[in-house]
T-cell receptor, first 112, second 115 residues
Framework: EDKVVQSPLSLVVHEGDTVTLNCSYE??????LLWYKQEKKAPTFLFML????IEKKSGRLSSILDKKELFSILNITATQTGDSAVYLC????????????FGKGTLLTVNP | NAGVTQTPKFRVLKTGQSMTLLCAQD?????MYWYRQDPGMGLRLIHY???????AKGEVPDGYNVSRLKKQNFLLGLESAAPSQTSVYFC??????????????FGPGTRLLVL
C-alpha cells in the first residue's frame, strides 16, 4: 500500500524565519512527488518533482527530491504571514492509473 | 476557462438521504478524481476515472458510487448518506502526456454535513 508521511505535523515560526518541511514516501510505481499549498479551500499546486537532486524554485519557495532515500523537502525562506497554510505532499503512482497518495499535511503558522 | 467546478458548494443531508455531487472540468483532461478531506486524515481518494465511461475504486470507496458518462463530468453519488460521510469533498482532474509533467487541478470543494 502506498504511503506518504509528512513532518512535522505543525510548525509555528516568526516572520523572516526559514522553514523546512519534510515528506517521505513509499510508492510501488513512483513517478513524481508533488507539493501543494492549502489555505481555506482547495489545494493549489506548488511543485512537481520527478528527477532526483534537481531543485525547483519559485520565489522564496524551493523543493528537492531524493529518490534514493525516498524523501523530499520544501524550503520557505524569509517567511511571511501569507505563507501560513497547510502544505500537502503527494506521491504520484506512475502505474496505469496515475493515483496520488497524500500525506496528512504540515500546518505552518507564521506569526508577525 | 473555468477550470474545475463543483456543485453544490454546501449541503446538509439527513441520514439515509441520497445526493449527487457534480464535478465539471473544461480543460479536456482525461483523468478525474474524487477525494474527501477530514481533519487529521489528509486527502483520501474515493474513486477515480481514467477516461469517459471508466471508473475505479480508490482508498475509501465504500458508500459512494461514481459515473463518468461525459469526459468533462464526474459524478459522485451517495445512495444512503451516513454521518461518517460528513466531510469536504474535492474533485480534481489531470492530463497525462508521455514525458511531460502532469499535475492535478482541484475544484473549490463541497462541504457536506450529514445529520
Amino acid at each position: 500500500e502506498d504511503k506518504v508521511v509528512q513532518s512535522p505535523l505543525s510548525l509555528v515560526v516568526h516572520e523572516g524565519d526559514t522553514v523546512t518541511l519534510n515528506c517521505s514516501y513509499e510508492v510501488t510505481n513512483f513517478r513524481s512527488l508533488l507539493w501543494y499549498k492549502q489555505e481555506k479551500k482547495a489545494p493549489t499546486f506548488l511543485f512537481m518533482l520527478t528527477s532526483s537532486g534537481i531543485e525547483k524554485k519559485s520565489g522564496r519557495l524551493s523543493s528537492i527530491l531524493d529518490k534514493k532515500e525516498l524523501f523530499s523537502i520544501l524550503n520557505i525562506t524569509a517567511t511571511q504571514t501569507g505563507d501560513s497554510a497547510v502544505y500537502l505532499c503527494a506521491a504520484l503512482d506512475g502505474g496505469s492509473n496515475y493515483k496520488l497518495t497524500f500525506g496528512k499535511g504540515t500546518l505552518l503558522t507564521v506569526n508577525p | 476557462n473555468a477550470g474545475v467546478t463543483q456543485t453544490p458548494k454546501f449541503r446538509v443531508l439527513k441520514t439515509g438521504q441520497s445526493m449527487t455531487l457534480l464535478c465539471a472540468q473544461d480543460m479536456n483532461h482525461e483523468y478525474m478524481y474524487w477525494y474527501r478531506q477530514d481533519p487529521g486524515m489528509g486527502l483520501r481518494l474515493i474513486h477515480y476515472s481514467v477516461g469517459e465511461g471508466t471508473t475505479a475504486k480508490g482508498e475509501v470507496p465504500d458508500g459512494y458510487n461514481v459515473s463518468r458518462l461525459k469526459k468533462q463530468n464526474f459524478l459522485l453519488g451517495l445512495e444512503s448518506a451516513a454521518p461518517s460521510q460528513t466531510s469536504v469533498y474535492f474533485c480534481a482532474s489531470s492530463y497525462v502526456t508521455g514525458g511531460v509533467e502532469e499535475t492535478q487541478y482541484f475544484g473549490p470543494g463541497t462541504r457536506l454535513l450529514v445529520l
